[in-house]
């Protein structure tokens, strides 16, 4: 992504954000979640639904396809035998996963200093941005992993989580500036969305919040990403093709949601079966995007 497209997109990015912030205060939490879901398995799960084009056109030797493919699949199996022998590892893994996930997109173009830090520096920055969200939303976490797994996080797990997060973003930050690496203007920057971030958490449902950050400051812009790796360059007719390209694979996901949701008796959530979904596409889409970027 060229300079003045990234501005922009930052424009819209705080933009939407400071909208669905007055969203979140202006009507009550039936709107929210409705808004978070519609944005959730719209968006959000169309950004993952190229994984097997990308892996395509990373590896263009017949062999080495379908070897990725036999991996992407497995890890897919994987996850759904995880979450049945035990949805609470598979809940931790998820935040795992997804965190450094978050962190590798977010920071991925902006911190090169070796693969150690890279990954410590990406798994912090999402672990502080979850202990964020579940700090301010206690009580639906709570009924949620209840669902779930039947324990939950307690309040103490998530503080520690979120002081010991912030520490080493804090240690990793000052260290990529006094190494001159980073300028400080740029985590200044990072401050104040920090802060933007915490005001949409705060005010926002649990699900709302999430789904704010994981839209607009995570899926579209790995999708702009995307695009530009498939493609060459961002435009509309690129971006349609993207869409077009993705759509078989974001009906098979929504189809296998409805699935769950109506025939598995015990659920009565609607976000636990997003999460199920979720958990079951994030591992080999993180896996696909780390080769991407490598």
């Known amino acids: 992504m060229n300079t003045e497209k990234k501005y922009n997109y930052q424009n819209f990015m705080i933009f939407f954000t400071f909208l669905l ?8 939490k039936v709107v929210e979640d409705f808004l978070a879901y519609v944005m959730v398995i719209t968006l959000g799960i169309l950004h993952g639904a190229n994984d097997l084009l990308i892996l395509s056109i990373k590896e263009k030797k017949e062999k080495t396809l379908i070897k990725n493919l036999i991996i992407y699949l497995g890890i897919i199996i994987l996850c759904v035998l995880i979450y049945m022998f035990s949805p609470y590892i598979a809940i931790i893994l998820f935040v795992l996963l997804s965190s450094y996930h978050f962190g590798e997109e977010y920071f991925g173009h902006k911190i090169n200093v070796n693969l150690l830090f890279n990954s410590l520096y990406f798994l912090a920055y999402g672990m502080f941005i979850f202990s964020l969200i579940f700090h301010q939303s206690p009580t639906e976490v709570d009924i949620i992993m209840k669902e779930l797994t039947g324990l939950t996080f307690t309040l103490d797990q998530i503080e520690v ?5 912030g520490i080493l973003l804090l240690v990793g930050s000052l260290y990529l500036i006094l190494t001159k690496r980073n300028k400080p203007k740029m985590f200044l920057e990072e401050i104040f969305y920090l802060m933007l971030l915490f005001l949409v958490f705060k005010t926002s449902s649990l699900i709302l919040g999430f789904a704010i950050y994981f839209i607009f400051w995570h899926s579209i812009p790995s999708m702009i990403h995307q695009i530009e790796f498939i493609s060459g360059s961002l435009s509309k007719k690129n971006f349609f093709l993207y869409v077009k390209k993705a759509l078989i ?46």
């Open 249 to 294: 694979y974001w009906v098979i996901s929504i189809l296998g949601l409805l699935f769950l949701y109506q025939l598995v008796p015990q659920i009565e959530l609607f976000a636990t079966v997003v999460f199920v979904i979720l958990f079951a596409v994030t591992a080999p889409h993180t896996w696909v995007m780390h080769k991407m970027k490598n």
């Open 161 to 165: 989580t979120l002081i010991t997060s």
């Open 21 to 28: 912030l007055w969203i979140s205060i202006q009507f009550g």
